[in-house]
């Protein structure tokens, strides 16, 4: 069975959880061959959250971590689903 990951780019409001599943036919993926993870981002630019939403695998993982403990000036977090 293939995974099924939200997949949303906007603001955090945009993006809550209950809009997601508010609209699941919108929203709700099936991730590609070797997607096998959900990862949500958020980013803190000029005083507001842009979230990501989207299928990925551990390289995105990786990738997501290493920007995250960059010093770019910009504030990213990354959580597994």
Not at 44 to 68: M, P, W, Y
Request: glycine share 8%; with cysteine.
């Amino acid at each position: 069975m293939a995974l099924t990951c939200y997949e949303c780019r906007g603001t955090q409001d945009g993006c809550a959880k209950s809009t997601l599943e508010g609209n699941k036919d919108v929203y709700l993926k099936t991730c590609p061959v070797g997607a096998d993870k959900c990862m949500r981002s958020f980013l803190k630019e000029d005083r507001k959250i842009q979230v990501i939403s989207h299928c990925t695998n551990e390289l995105g993982c990786d990738f997501a971590q290493a920007v995250k403990y960059s010093k770019d000036g910009k504030d990213l977090q990354s959580w597994l689903l």
